[in-house]
């Protein structure tokens, strides 16, 4: 007590883990609590039992029994914080009083509550005051009463009575150890530096923080979690950079395998951690999306931000407003672009700090490009703010790409592990080396005796190459078809020897298992014959449980040599110590520089080997193209914004009227001065300007009836047809077909079977993938009831015709094949409804699992899309109920008791079956689970895995927890 008599004590709060209106945690800066200056100014959020005065220093403690945070009182419109508060604030006041000698009440708010019902940090707080210890908390009818100044107290309301049983019910003691409140205290003060940096930094400045402006915690978790250590030198130089911690636009370039994503993750922990903002994550694959979530979840738990998911049919629009939590949307790239056109319909851009775009190079590659083009074009139109990070392999014309982007560009040639690269003419093995004349350069004969059988079977000598480093190193084949990869990966089991099988049986037993129960009790009979000797292919084909399986056995070196197509290079991350190119082609078409570079790239495994190969076999005849393939510069990147008939450029003016970016023509073309086709309009309107194809584009909108114009103003509006297609992401291709569609299906609509709903959300895209198996469709069409046959028949498929087909006569009467196609594929989705079981279905309709997975998966993306299209238009209101149920259908397509478990991240079918039979049957079960003992439950689940799989389920636990707490406080809000 000082000489005025006020207690010179202040205490700073550093909340453990625990749910609260305000965005403070136990890794928030201590100037986001009021205690410092921070960058983004907000106003105090109200406290329980801050007790604010001149004098002492700071103390800690923990307050993670206070289980109600911020939460609304029942009984009155105010929070019990605020009550308490209040309390707080008459005791001062009394005391006050008190001074000046009034006689007024006296008890501190301290004294109300009991020793026994106190919060930790409220013990430790007298005991920093040496106060004595209180009595205990007394029963609920002999509460001390908190009332006015007099000689008789009044009886304590109902409300105040109420709000003190609570609270003594509520503070339950816990053991907080001294030593973990000061390491969150240290964490938090780390941050608040870090802020404080990035408000003043200067060229000069080197670092932000211990952790390029994040805490020590980080480089912690990167070295638990990832089993990283250190940085890379150019790692450091890039995160240092002064347009890096000025927040400029950044594109970053280097080899595959070079480590670019890590500073991407770090620049991401900076935005959540210390600018309190949300990032959003673009990947071009629904796999790598998944790897994204799994790998980031465990950061997201420790670090306190969400980690959402936006592939398929996952993902809210627009996501969930969250006061308490910050987001990372990790997104393919379509979602990723409905995530920005809602977050600009809401108004919320400005909360998005961060967008990072993975294999931006990409913006050159068809439909996909433009789409990429499109998403970032808006968040710099739209949003002064937000920082763009894209990572890219070497583009020729990189400078393009910075002027649209107004981004600097860091580029380096390091891999951690060197690469050779070489090509192989008949026996003979040259070097690639650009600085000879023919490119190429003598390195050595192959050493291999080939039988006449051997060399008729194996003329490229695919064997003697293999050979030479497996077992004991790791060999990719990459070859130019599906069949191709299965036919080769047979091809070189028959010539190993015998001791291939007694490497690691055990483990090959087990992943052979493993595969069998993906498929029900099925295997390929290719993968049975190849696993036992060490080998598998790897290719669409599969499904995505027997790539994750192959991809998880390659990578523990179970496998030791992998046949593939040149997905694998894009969309896993398997590197090897030689890559072998089967050939220079994909299917029937040459490779281009950057798939070539994609490819040997995955050569060379960082940490175990030193060096890494690459081998080309070449055929005479492709000599001299190979010769521009191995040392010609990389490709130029265009924009797609005007290919397959100015698809892209309509969309986009369709989404910029709709969301009123833009309501007229002159307004588009201030839009797209923002775009990379404006960039590159020379190279690309070489015939017109952009400006005639910009009104081409609204005169043909206007003519599809998505556009119209007022006369006396010419100003552009949406129509309700044409926001329902940029809101449901409908290709405007087939805007006008799906509204006729669903149209006509309410005219008829079939209910007691889900085949009619199944067909309208049957993708258009996908008809030209297959064509149907004759017999297979008459056979499959007899076994539908009397009302789905007549469905069929109103649709435009009667049984006649199937029937005069599967008997191989001609057919007078026209009929829509497109529409044929379309029933073929939605028998076949119908069939996997009923069943669950892929294979059989697989093996009924004569087409292989990865292309019924594949058309599975984009049905449920198309279902989506429909049900948001069918919510924009009031007509089509039946449909909304039965699409969002038949979603989640597709989603999963498996037994109801499993879909719990399917929504966490990378957790497939038979994945959940053993889940379920070990007893982790709900999604908080498994949250709760420990890792090491589902490990040991789980035959094949490595203990890595089982710790990410529980990290994602706590993640999304966490996420629907706290999505289901802003509903409550939105309800409970002040109007």
Known sequence: MNASGKQGLQIK???????????????????????????????????????????????????????????????????????????????????????????????????????????????????????????????????????????????????????????????????????????????????????????????????????????TRVKELMFKLRGIQDLYD???????????????????????????????????????????????????????VQEKVRGLASFGLELDFLVEEYAGSKGRFPPVKRRNNRSVYIATIEKAHSLVNSLIETGRMEDLGLVVVDELHMLGDGSRGAIIEMTLAKVLFTSKSTQVIGMSATLGNIKDLQTFLRAENYTSDFRPVQLKEYVKLTDTIYEVDPTEEECFKFSRLLNFKYSSSMQKVDPDHIIALVTEVIPTHSCLVFCPTKKNCENVVGMICKYLKKEFLALRQPEKAVLLRELRASGSGSACPVLRRTVPYGLAYHHSGLTSEERKLVEEAYSNGVLCLLTCTSTLAAGVNLPARRVILRSPYVASDFLKRSQYKQMVGRAGRAGIDAVGESVLILQDADRDAAKTLVCAPMEKCYSNLLRDGRRGLLSLILSLIGLNICSSVGRVMDFLCATLLCVQQEALCAETSLKEEVQRCVDLLKDKDLVTETAHVQTLQVTKLGRATFKGSVDLSYSDLLYKDLSKGLEGLLLNSCLHLVYLVTPYDMITQCRPDWMVFFRQFTLLTDAEQKMSAAVGVPESFIARKAAGQTVRKPVNMEVVSRMYLALVLFSLLKETNLWSVSERFHLSRGFIQSLLGSSSAFCSCVLHFTEELEEFWPFRALLTELTRRLSYCVTAELIPLMEVAGVMESRAKQLYNAGYQTLTQLANADPALLSNAIENLFPKRANQIVASAKMLLNEKAAALQEEVDELLMKP
């Open 13 to 215: 709060r550093v909340s453990s883990r625990k749910r609260s209106r305000d965005l403070r945690t136990h890794l928030t800066p201590v100037g986001k609590r009021g205690g410092a200056t921070c960058s983004q100014p907000r106003p105090r959020a109200r406290r329980l039992g801050s007790i604010v005065a001149d004098g002492a220093a700071a103390e800690f403690c923990s307050d993670s029994e206070d289980l109600f945070g911020d939460y609304d009182s029942l009984l009155e419109d105010s929070s019990l914080l605020e009550k308490l508060d209040h309390a707080e604030q008459f005791e001062f006041t009394a005391l006050r009083h008190k001074e000046l000698g009034e006689d007024v009440l006296t008890d501190s708010i301290l004294d109300v509550l009991g020793d026994e019902d106190l919060p930790t940090s409220q013990r430790l707080f007298e005991e920093q005051v040496d106060r004595p210890p209180k009595r205990s908390c007394p029963q609920d009818g002999a509460l001390s009463p908190l009332g006015d100044a007099g000689d008789t107290r009044k009886r304590r309301s109902v409300a105040d009575r109420m709000k003190r049983a609570m609270l003594c019910n509520a503070a339950a003691p816990s053991s907080v150890l001294r030593s973990a409140m000061l390491k969150e205290a240290v964490v938090s003060e780390e941050i608040s530096v870090a802020m404080r940096a990035m408000d003043t930094v200067c060229a000069e400045t080197p670092d932000l923080g211990p952790f390029f402006g994040l805490p």
């Open 234 to 288: 150019w790692q450091r130089t890039c995160l240092n950079l002064d347009c890096v911690q000025r927040r400029k636009n950044l594109i970053y370039s280097l080899p595959t395998s070079g480590g670019k994503t890590l500073v991407a993750e770090i620049l991401v922990l900076r935005e959540l951690l210390c600018r309190r903002k949300d990032c959003l994550f673009i990947l071009p694959y629904i796999s790598l």
